[in-house]
């Protein structure tokens, strides 16, 4: 018996009709009691904060784009692969690249970034980013806090993630603004290619906030899951900085545990405000 296509449930084609994106409608069931059923009218067009800068607009894509240049394109493709999070094969998929050929006749293939070249311009803009984000960190108000957390990959790959927390100025850059918000930014995605022991954790701790360029003075509490390597992590971390830096800092009063262990001793392994639409996905 031949299948039938999949189709969308009668109530996601319905919003998707109203005006609503993929991402529009994941940024309304992310709110806790959402379902999909009864949603808000979807938000206007406006700035597409998934795109590096916030730049593009989502009602006219055309807004703001420059005069054609092979280097305009090749940030465009990568500016597309970072925000959409596309794998970077589609470069070499051979309908993309015809697509892209047909759109202008003037280009050759060897005028389209394939995945060596994709990766070198996804790492030189990720130094550009990480440089500006250096300068917005130093010039934060009061110390910066940190969320930190461990996993191991399917092929038991372990990757230590970081994401910084600070107050600063809401023109980012500018010392002179009055205003002031609460901001957060992911300092480092680190391979850890030793066992995450808490010793080993501590020093590459204290590695990626040097890599970051952040003061010891300007450093805050931490918020990490409540397992012993991360207390031994916190205890060699502070006798690290009174060594190295003559800078003292209490292991157990710059420590938040996270709610995550007490969630599983209680047995809510399910986030309990996830639309029951999207419970079953994998």
């Known amino acids: 018996m031949q299948s039938q296509p999949s189709r969308l449930p009668t109530s996601t084609a319905a919003t998707f009709k109203r005006g609503y994106t993929y991402n529009t409608l994941r940024a309304e069931l992310n709110h806790p009691g959402a379902e999909i059923s009864h949603l808000p009218p979807p938000p206007p067009p406006g700035v597409d904060d998934r795109v590096p800068g916030g730049k593009l607009l989502k009602g006219d894509p055309s807004v703001g784009l420059p005069e054609f240049s092979i280097q305009g394109l090749c940030k465009l493709l990568v500016d597309f692969i970072i925000s959409d999070d596309q794998t970077i094969y589609l470069m070499e998929c051979p309908q993309f690249c015809q697509l892209i050929l047909y ?13 060596t070249k994709t990766c070198e311009l996804i790492f030189q803009h990720w130094q550009e980013c990480f440089m500006q984000l250096r300068v917005e960190l130093k010039r934060a108000v009061g110390v910066i806090s940190f969320t930190a957390d461990v996993w191991s990959a399917d092929k ?4 230590l993630a970081m994401t910084a927390h ?3 100025h809401e023109l980012g850059n500018a010392l002179h603004s009055s205003q002031l918000t609460m901001k957060a930014a992911l ?5 850890l290619p030793t066992l995450h022991m808490g010793k080993e954790l501590a020093k590459t701790i204290l590695h990626l906030i040097d890599c970051a360029k952040i003061p010891v003075d300007k450093i805050g509490h931490f918020t990490m899951d409540n397992t012993t390597n991360n207390n031994t992590a916190m205890v060699v971390f502070a006798w690290i900085l009174q060594e190295e830096h003559e800078f003292d800092i209490d292991p157990v ?3 938040i545990c996270c709610f995550r262990t007490l969630s599983v001793c209680m047995g809510l392994h399910k986030p309990q405000h996830v639309p029951t639409q999207l419970q079953n996905t994998k």
Not at 105 to 111: P, R
Not at 156 to 159: G, I, P, R, V, W
Not at 187 to 191: C, D, L, P
């Open 103 to 115: 759109l202008c006749h003037n280009l050759q293939d060897t005028d389209i970034p394939h995945c």
């Open 156 to 159: 038991l790959d372990s990757y």
């Open 253 to 255: 009063a710059h420590r």
């Open 187 to 191: 300092i480092t995605f680190h391979y």
């Open 166 to 168: 600070w107050i600063g």
